[in-house]
């Protein structure tokens, strides 16, 4: 053989020798992270049933200080909590010492502090649990039990973005009246037998008052971010006009995602990636009326997106509102993890992982048999929908490993 003709064979083989070294390391790499997520995935399923009892054992801190010791950057809770159930019992029983007004807002909430200093915020129960929220995806009142089951759809997702959230009873004339200011006590009201409430907010009116069963009140209490942590508020980028007639700009130009992305903090980071979580998490409990959303301060892009206020969710079993998945069908990427941890949830799973986490909770049971379908459902839909967008563009533009700097989209 010619000199010439053995280095062309030469260079030939070195290249396939490259790309098959190549083809096998990123399997290697591809197989391993796979392998951990579904790890991650036993885990969670390990661990999916918290029961509220008070005992903490091993350490001599209070539950509100392990509680904010959690929170991170990239989470509010860690992958592993052991001390769970006895914070969530802490919320749910710890003695109210304040009752005030809620923080600014549209929906009716109460500003409590529990003892030991830790604030909660209360949402009360305004439905039962088979009502049928009709008319546009974002009407109706906040849902007290939508603000639980997110929470721990937060969990079984494995974003561990919520704040942590818990069902209670309160008895308003003997724990919330007595501590309440006078802001919050003008407030109160009697109809018939019932002791009621209807707060400061922009809807609030005192004829649309949230009422007891006699002096008992069933509701929600979501626990306090540590002050340490400060909250930035950013305008969602798909966020609605709630203006009839009047469309966003992402209703109807397909190609919205293209300008998003040249646009910080969606340039680079994590954050566009979280806004396509997001909007599966809320397309699975139904959830339209995330306008705006919560980082923590000063974070240049780098920290999540936090999921507050998911009481506008498990309105209606009925309604799948597509429009709520628009940054997953616009931008058609979605990180891998997220992908792989739906996958795992499909036929079922999600259905029976959500009912068995939170069949525990004071107030189960937390959502109706056609929610439970409906988020089962909504499921397919949202792998349906990543289905369509890789047959599109392929899967390795599509599924985004989670540390991917995103500057190449």
């Known amino acids: 053989m010619k000199l010439?003709?053995?280095?062309?064979?030469?260079?030939?083989?070195?290249?396939?020798?490259?790309?098959?070294?190549?083809?096998?390391?990123?399997?290697?790499?591809?197989?391993a992270a796979n392998r951990e997520d579904q790890r991650a995935f036993r885990r969670m399923m390990a661990g999916l049933q918290v029961e509220l009892e008070p005992k903490l054992d091993h350490t001599l801190q209070s539950p509100w200080e392990i509680a904010a010791q959690w929170v991170v950057p990239r989470e509010v809770y860690p992958e592993e909590t052991p001390e769970l159930g006895?914070?969530?019992?802490?919320?749910?029983?710890?003695?109210?010492?304040?009752?005030?007004?809620?923080?600014?807002?549209?929906?009716?909430?109460?500003?409590?502090?529990?003892?030991?200093?830790?604030?909660?915020?209360?949402?009360?129960?305004?439905?039962?649990?088979?009502?049928?929220?009709?008319?546009?995806?974002?009407?109706?009142?906040?849902?007290?039990?939508?603000?639980?089951?997110?929470?721990?759809?937060?969990?079984?997702?494995?974003?561990?973005?919520?704040?942590?959230?818990?069902?209670?009873?309160?008895?308003?004339?003997?724990?919330?009246?007595?501590?309440?200011?006078?802001q919050l006590l003008s407030t109160f009201l009697t109809v018939g037998n019932n002791t009621c409430f209807y707060g400061k907010c922009y809807y609030c009116r005192e004829t649309e008052p949230a009422c007891a069963d006699g002096d008992t009140m069933e509701g929600s209490v979501t626990l306090w971010?540590?002050?340490?942590?400060?909250?930035q508020k950013h305008r969602h980028p798909w966020g609605r006009t709630y203006r009839e007639g009047k469309?966003?700009?992402w209703e109807y130009d397909e190609s919205y995602c293209d300008a998003v992305k040249k646009t910080s903090p969606y340039d680079s980071g994590p954050r566009l990636l979280d806004i396509i979580d997001t909007a599966v998490f809320d397309y699975l409990i139904g959830n339209a009326d995330r306008h705006h959303y919560e980082s923590f301060q000063d974070d240049e892009g780098a920290s999540m997106l936090i999921l507050l206020d998911n009481a506008k969710s498990f309105g209606n079993p009925s309604l799948d509102?597509?429009?709520?998945?628009?940054?997953?069908?616009?931008?058609?990427?979605?990180?891998?993890?997220?992908?792989?941890?739906?996958?795992?949830?499909?036929?079922?799973?999600?259905?029976?992982?959500?009912?068995?986490?939170?069949?525990?909770?004071?107030?189960?049971?937390?959502?109706?048999?056609?929610?439970?379908?409906?988020?089962?459902?909504?499921?397919?839909?949202?792998?349906?929908?990543?289905?369509?967008?890789?047959?599109?563009?392929?899967?390795?533009?599509?599924?985004?490993?989670?540390?991917?700097?995103?500057?190449?989209?």
């Not at 070195?14 to 399997?27: A, R, Y």
């Not at 997702?157 to 008895?171: D, E, M, Q, S, T």
Request: aromatic content about 8%.
């Open 4 to 31: 010439k003709q053995r280095v062309v064979l030469l260079a030939i083989l070195l290249v396939i020798f490259i790309f098959t070294k190549v083809f096998l390391i990123d399997n290697l790499d591809t197989s």
């Open 225 to 231: 971010l540590p002050d340490v942590w400060p909250l």
């Open 247 to 249: 469309l966003a700009r």
């Open 321 to 409: 509102e597509r429009s709520i998945l628009a940054p997953l069908y616009q931008c058609c990427i979605i990180r891998v993890s997220t992908w792989n941890r739906l996958n795992y949830l499909k036929n079922g799973v999600l259905k029976s992982a959500l009912k068995s986490a939170m069949a525990h909770d004071p107030i189960a049971p937390v959502l109706s048999d056609p929610h439970l379908d409906a988020v089962d459902q909504r499921l397919l839909s949202v792998l349906a929908t990543v289905k369509q967008c890789t047959d599109q563009f392929g899967a390795d533009a599509v599924l985004v490993e989670d540390r991917m700097p995103l500057s190449h989209l």
């Open 86 to 182: 006895a914070i969530m019992h802490a919320m749910a029983t710890k003695k109210i010492i304040k009752a005030d007004v809620g923080y600014k807002g549209t929906q009716l909430k109460a500003l409590l502090i529990l003892e030991g200093g830790q604030k909660v915020v209360f949402k009360p129960k305004r439905y039962s649990r088979d009502y049928v929220v009709e008319g546009e995806p974002y009407a109706g009142y906040d849902r007290h039990n939508a603000e639980v089951a997110a929470f721990h759809l937060d969990r079984i997702l494995g974003f561990r973005r919520a704040p942590l959230v818990v069902g209670r009873f309160v008895n308003l004339r003997t724990e919330i009246k007595p501590v309440a200011t006078e």
